[in-house]
C-alpha cells in the first residue's frame, strides 16, 4: 500500500508554472469549468485559489462551496485532482501578499501594475488529492534532462562547487559578477541573468552586471515595485513566474486597450531582457537583513526553473551577498600600492565629442544622448576635469573615496560597484571614454577623442 | 448552436476539459482528447480516455449537467459550452485518426509555449468513449474580465 500524498509533495504544482482547472457547480445544477490562474500551499490542508475577477465560478462558490481543481505537476506531468471546500477569503496578510506579489510581479512586467489584482485569496480545505488517471506523469529526472535542465542532485552539486570556486578565485567585484552569471550559464545552463544592487537613490536597484542580452544594461534603474526584479527587492523573497500567467495579462491588455506604450523617458537606460520570457526567476541577496543586491534569471523557455533550481539559487542567493559584500569590504582596504605600470601609449584621437554635466540632476550627456546619472555621473565629470585640468590620466579608489566633492556616503559608500557600472557603461555607450583598471584600486581614464567638456 | 467557425476552433487541437456534478452538487471534471462537431452545431461529441470518462459518466447518466471548456494554449484564447448529456459509446477505430490528430495539434501548442512532449507520452488517450451533448449555451472564456460573456 502507498502512502496517502500530502499537499507537501506537491510543491511544484504551486508555482503557477501551468493552468489550473477549476470544476464549481451553482446551487440550481449548473457545472462550471474554468481556467485557473494560481493554485497556492496553505498548510498541510488548505490551499488558496487566487480570485481576481467576479466570474461564474466565484458566484458558484458563493451558492456552492465544493470545487474540484485538476492541476498538472509542471515537471513530471502528472495530474492531480484535489476536491476542495470554501472556508474563506483572505484580504490582507501573509499569504494574501505572497499570492499579490507573483500576480502584481507578472503585472508590472507587462506595465499593467494595480490592474490584473488580487482581490482575494480564497482558502479551500482540502478534503481529498487522487492521482488523474488519463494524465500519469513520468520519472522527473527523465523529464528534466528530456527538457535540458539537468536535474541529478550530483550535478547540482557539483555545479555548485564549480560556481563556488568561480567566486573563490575572484580577486576583483568586477570578476565576481561576471564569473557569478558565467558560472549561471555554464554550471546550470541559465543564459539570460543579471545582477541589480540598491542605487543611492532609496526605493531604486541598478544593474552592474547582465549576461546573454546584446546590451549590457549597467547603469539600467528600476523601482522597487517594478518588475521582478524590483518585486524581489520590494519583498525580499523569492520570486519564480511563468510566461502562461503573462499570457492572460496579454489577453486582459488587448481587452482593456490599457493606454501604456508611453514613450520611455529620454533619461533613462532600458534593463535589458528577452522580448518573450516564458519563466522569470529573481532571489534576493540579502546579508544580515541588508538588501545586497537581486539576482534575476529569465529563460524563453515555460516552465525553465524548477523547485529544486529556486531552491539551489536561494542558497546560492546568501553566499553570493555574503561575496560581494566581502569583496567591495576587500577592494576598500587596498591602498592602491603597488607601483603603477608605466602609462600606456597615448590612443589616437579619432573625434571630439560633448560631454555635459547637468547639476540639476546630475546626469552626463555625451553629444546630446543620456550617458549616466547619480553618483557614476559625479564620478566622471570628477574624473574627467581633473584629468583636464592636471593632465593626469591615472587616479586611484583611495583619492576617490577621500574627495569631498564626490559627497560620497561615509558607510558602505558602494565606490567599487559605481565604478564598475560606470566602466560597462562607457564600453557600451562611448567606447572612445574608457576606464581600464590598472592595478587593484587603481584605473585609468583613457580617451581616444578630444573632449570638450560643459557643464550646465 | 455552435456556428462553423466557433466548431473550427474547437476541433482545432486545444485543450479540452468536461465538468459534471453529483446529486450533493459536488463537482467531477475530467480531460478530453478530442471534440467534434455534427448535425450543423446541434451536436458536440467530445471524446475521452475511457480512465477519464468513467469519473463524469455516473454524472451524466443521472443529471445530464455539462460544462466543457476549450483552450488554445498558445494564445490563452477558451471558450465554455454548457450542454446537456445525449448519449455515450466507445468510441470506433475509425475515429481514432480524428483523435490522433487533435491530440498532436495540442501537443504541438504545449511544445510552442514550451511544454516538453515527454512530460505528456505517459498520458490516457485511448482506448476512448464518445460523449454526446446537446449544447445548450456558450461563454467567452479568456481570462480577463470578458471572460463569462455569454456568446451563443
Redesign the interface.
Same mark, same amino acid.
Not at chain 1, 540632476?361 to 550617458?371: A, P, Q, R
Not at chain 1, 553618483?375 to 565629470?381: G, H, Q, T, Y
Given at each position: 500500500m502507498t502512502a496517502p500524498v500530502t499537499l507537501e509533495s506537491l510543491a511544484s504544482c504551486f508555482q503557477g508554472i501551468l493552468p489550473a482547472h477549476l470544476f464549481t457547480c451553482s446551487s440550481d445544477g449548473i457545472p462550471n469549468a474554468a481556467y485557473l490562474s494560481h493554485v497556492d500551499y496553505v498548510d498541510r490542508r488548505h490551499v488558496a485559489l487566487s480570485f481576481q475577477f467576479f466570474n461564474k465560478s466565484r458566484r458558484n462558490i458563493a451558492e456552492n462551496p465544493n470545487a474540484l481543481v485538476l492541476l498538472p505537476d509542471p515537471d513530471t506531468g502528472q495530474g492531480w485532482q484535489l476536491r476542495l471546500r470554501y472556508v474563506r477569503s483572505e484580504t490582507s496578510g501573509p499569504l494574501f501578499d505572497r499570492m499579490a506579489l507573483r500576480i502584481e510581479a507578472i503585472a508590472s512586467y507587462c506595465g499593467l501594475k494595480g490592474i490584473f489584482r488580487l482581490r482575494a485569496a480564497d482558502v479551500y480545505e482540502v478534503r481529498a488529492i487522487e492521482k488523474v488517471p488519463e494524465e500519469i506523469g513520468l520519472d522527473c529526472a527523465r523529464l528534466r534532462i528530456a527538457a535540458g535542465a539537468e536535474a541529478n542532485p550530483v550535478f547540482t552539486t557539483i555545479a555548485l562547487q564549480e560556481l563556488a570556486a568561480t567566486i573563490n578565485q575572484a580577486d576583483s567585484l568586477d570578476a565576481l559578477v561576471d564569473g557569478i552569471l558565467r558560472g549561471l550559464d555554464e554550471n546550470f545552463g541559465f543564459r539570460h541573468s543579471a545582477i541589480l544592487v540598491p542605487a543611492e537613490e532609496p526605493g531604486v536597484l541598478v544593474t552592474i552586471a547582465t549576461r546573454g542580452y546584446a546590451d549590457n544594461g549597467a547603469g539600467a534603474e528600476v523601482r522597487f515595485g517594478e518588475g521582478i526584479a524590483g518585486m524581489v527587492a520590494e519583498a525580499r523573497q523569492p520570486i519564480r513566474i511563468s510566461g502562461l500567467v503573462r499570457g492572460m495579462l496579454y489577453a486582459l491588455a488587448m481587452h482593456r486597450d490599457a493606454a501604456q506604450g508611453a514613450a520611455a523617458p529620454q533619461r533613462r537606460i532600458p534593463m535589458p531582457g528577452l522580448p518573450n520570457p516564458e519563466s522569470q526567476l529573481g532571489v534576493p541577496l540579502v546579508l544580515r537583513g541588508e538588501l545586497v543586491g537581486v539576482l534575476c534569471l529569465e529563460s524563453e523557455v515555460a516552465y525553465r526553473f524548477h523547485e529544486e533550481d529556486k531552491a539551489s539559487i536561494e542558497l546560492l542567493g546568501s553566499y553570493l551577498a555574503i561575496a560581494m559584500q566581502n569583496m567591495q569590504l576587500s577592494e576598500r582596504s587596498v591602498e592602491a600600492s603597488e607601483p603603477a605600470p608605466p602609462p600606456l601609449e597615448h590612443a589616437p584621437v579619432l573625434g571630439r565629442r560633448e560631454i555635459v554635466y547637468y547639476t540639476a540632476d546630475e546626469s552626463i550627456f555625451v553629444d546630446g544622448e543620456y550617458l549616466i546619472r547619480s553618483l557614476p555621473a559625479r564620478i566622471l565629470w570628477r574624473l574627467l576635469t581633473l584629468r583636464q585640468t592636471s593632465g593626469r590620466a591615472e587616479f586611484t579608489n583611495r583619492e576617490l573615496r577621500a574627495d569631498k566633492s564626490l559627497n560620497l556616503p561615509e558607510w558602505k559608500d558602494n565606490l567599487e560597484s559605481r565604478l564598475l557600472l560606470l566602466r560597462r557603461r562607457l564600453e557600451q555607450k562611448t567606447p572612445d571614454l574608457r576606464l581600464v583598471p590598472r592595478a587593484r584600486g587603481r584605473f585609468a581614464l583613457e580617451l581616444s577623442c578630444e573632449v570638450m567638456l560643459k557643464s550646465v | 448552436m455552435i456556428q462553423p467557425q466557433l466548431a473550427e476552433f474547437l476541433q482545432q487541437g486545444v485543450g479540452i476539459?468536461? +465538468?459534471? =456534478?453529483n446529486a450533493?452538487?459536488?463537482?467531477? +471534471? #475530467?480531460?478530453a482528447i478530442a471534440a467534434r462537431i455534427e448535425e450543423d452545431g446541434a451536436r458536440l461529441i467530445v471524446y475521452?480516455?475511457d480512465? #477519464?470518462a468513467e469519473r463524469v459518466l455516473p454524472d451524466l447518466h443521472a443529471?445530464g449537467?455539462?460544462?466543457?471548456?476549450f +483552450?488554445r494554449?498558445v494564445?490563452? =484564447?477558451?471558450v465554455?459550452v454548457?450542454g446537456t448529456f445525449v448519449a455515450a459509446r466507445a468510441a470506433r477505430d475509425d475515429e481514432k485518426p480524428l483523435l490522433e490528430a487533435q491530440w498532436e495539434g495540442f501537443t504541438r501548442q504545449l511544445e510552442m509555449?514550451?511544454?516538453?512532449r515527454? #512530460? =505528456?507520452?505517459?498520458? #490516457?488517450?485511448w482506448p476512448a468513449t464518445a460523449i454526446a451533448l446537446k449544447p445548450t449555451a456558450i461563454?467567452e472564456?479568456?481570462?480577463?474580465?470578458?471572460? +463569462?460573456q455569454q456568446l451563443a
Amino acid at each position: 500500500m502507498t502512502a496517502p500524498v500530502t499537499l507537501e509533495s506537491l510543491a511544484s504544482c504551486f508555482q503557477g508554472i501551468l493552468p489550473a482547472h477549476l470544476f464549481t457547480c451553482s446551487s440550481d445544477g449548473i457545472p462550471n469549468a474554468a481556467y485557473l490562474s494560481h493554485v497556492d500551499y496553505v498548510d498541510r490542508r488548505h490551499v488558496a485559489l487566487s480570485f481576481q475577477f467576479f466570474n461564474k465560478s466565484r458566484r458558484n462558490i458563493a451558492e456552492n462551496p465544493n470545487a474540484l481543481v485538476l492541476l498538472p505537476d509542471p515537471d513530471t506531468g502528472q495530474g492531480w485532482q484535489l476536491r476542495l471546500r470554501y472556508v474563506r477569503s483572505e484580504t490582507s496578510g501573509p499569504l494574501f501578499d505572497r499570492m499579490a506579489l507573483r500576480i502584481e510581479a507578472i503585472a508590472s512586467y507587462c506595465g499593467l501594475k494595480g490592474i490584473f489584482r488580487l482581490r482575494a485569496a480564497d482558502v479551500y480545505e482540502v478534503r481529498a488529492i487522487e492521482k488523474v488517471p488519463e494524465e500519469i506523469g513520468l520519472d522527473c529526472a527523465r523529464l528534466r534532462i528530456a527538457a535540458g535542465a539537468e536535474a541529478n542532485p550530483v550535478f547540482t552539486t557539483i555545479a555548485l562547487q564549480e560556481l563556488a570556486a568561480t567566486i573563490n578565485q575572484a580577486d576583483s567585484l568586477d570578476a565576481l559578477v561576471d564569473g557569478i552569471l558565467r558560472g549561471l550559464d555554464e554550471n546550470f545552463g541559465f543564459r539570460h541573468s543579471a545582477i541589480l544592487v540598491p542605487a543611492e537613490e532609496p526605493g531604486v536597484l541598478v544593474t552592474i552586471a547582465t549576461r546573454g542580452y546584446a546590451d549590457n544594461g549597467a547603469g539600467a534603474e528600476v523601482r522597487f515595485g517594478e518588475g521582478i526584479a524590483g518585486m524581489v527587492a520590494e519583498a525580499r523573497q523569492p520570486i519564480r513566474i511563468s510566461g502562461l500567467v503573462r499570457g492572460m495579462l496579454y489577453a486582459l491588455a488587448m481587452h482593456r486597450d490599457a493606454a501604456q506604450g508611453a514613450a520611455a523617458p529620454q533619461r533613462r537606460i532600458p534593463m535589458p531582457g528577452l522580448p518573450n520570457p516564458e519563466s522569470q526567476l529573481g532571489v534576493p541577496l540579502v546579508l544580515r537583513g541588508e538588501l545586497v543586491g537581486v539576482l534575476c534569471l529569465e529563460s524563453e523557455v515555460a516552465y525553465r526553473f524548477h523547485e529544486e533550481d529556486k531552491a539551489s539559487i536561494e542558497l546560492l542567493g546568501s553566499y553570493l551577498a555574503i561575496a560581494m559584500q566581502n569583496m567591495q569590504l576587500s577592494e576598500r582596504s587596498v591602498e592602491a600600492s603597488e607601483p603603477a605600470p608605466p602609462p600606456l601609449e597615448h590612443a589616437p584621437v579619432l573625434g571630439r565629442r560633448e560631454i555635459v554635466y547637468y547639476t540639476a540632476d546630475e546626469s552626463i550627456f555625451v553629444d546630446g544622448e543620456y550617458l549616466i546619472r547619480s553618483l557614476p555621473a559625479r564620478i566622471l565629470w570628477r574624473l574627467l576635469t581633473l584629468r583636464q585640468t592636471s593632465g593626469r590620466a591615472e587616479f586611484t579608489n583611495r583619492e576617490l573615496r577621500a574627495d569631498k566633492s564626490l559627497n560620497l556616503p561615509e558607510w558602505k559608500d558602494n565606490l567599487e560597484s559605481r565604478l564598475l557600472l560606470l566602466r560597462r557603461r562607457l564600453e557600451q555607450k562611448t567606447p572612445d571614454l574608457r576606464l581600464v583598471p590598472r592595478a587593484r584600486g587603481r584605473f585609468a581614464l583613457e580617451l581616444s577623442c578630444e573632449v570638450m567638456l560643459k557643464s550646465v | 448552436m455552435i456556428q462553423p467557425q466557433l466548431a473550427e476552433f474547437l476541433q482545432q487541437g486545444v485543450g479540452i476539459y468536461i +465538468g459534471t =456534478r453529483n446529486a450533493l452538487l459536488e463537482p467531477n +471534471g #475530467a480531460r478530453a482528447i478530442a471534440a467534434r462537431i455534427e448535425e450543423d452545431g446541434a451536436r458536440l461529441i467530445v471524446y475521452l480516455a475511457d480512465v #477519464a470518462a468513467e469519473r463524469v459518466l455516473p454524472d451524466l447518466h443521472a443529471n445530464g449537467q455539462a460544462a466543457v471548456t476549450f +483552450g488554445r494554449p498558445v494564445d490563452e =484564447r477558451a471558450v465554455q459550452v454548457k450542454g446537456t448529456f445525449v448519449a455515450a459509446r466507445a468510441a470506433r477505430d475509425d475515429e481514432k485518426p480524428l483523435l490522433e490528430a487533435q491530440w498532436e495539434g495540442f501537443t504541438r501548442q504545449l511544445e510552442m509555449i514550451g511544454v516538453s512532449r515527454e #512530460a =505528456r507520452s505517459a498520458w #490516457a488517450t485511448w482506448p476512448a468513449t464518445a460523449i454526446a451533448l446537446k449544447p445548450t449555451a456558450i461563454f467567452e472564456q479568456t481570462p480577463g474580465p470578458s471572460a +463569462g460573456q455569454q456568446l451563443a
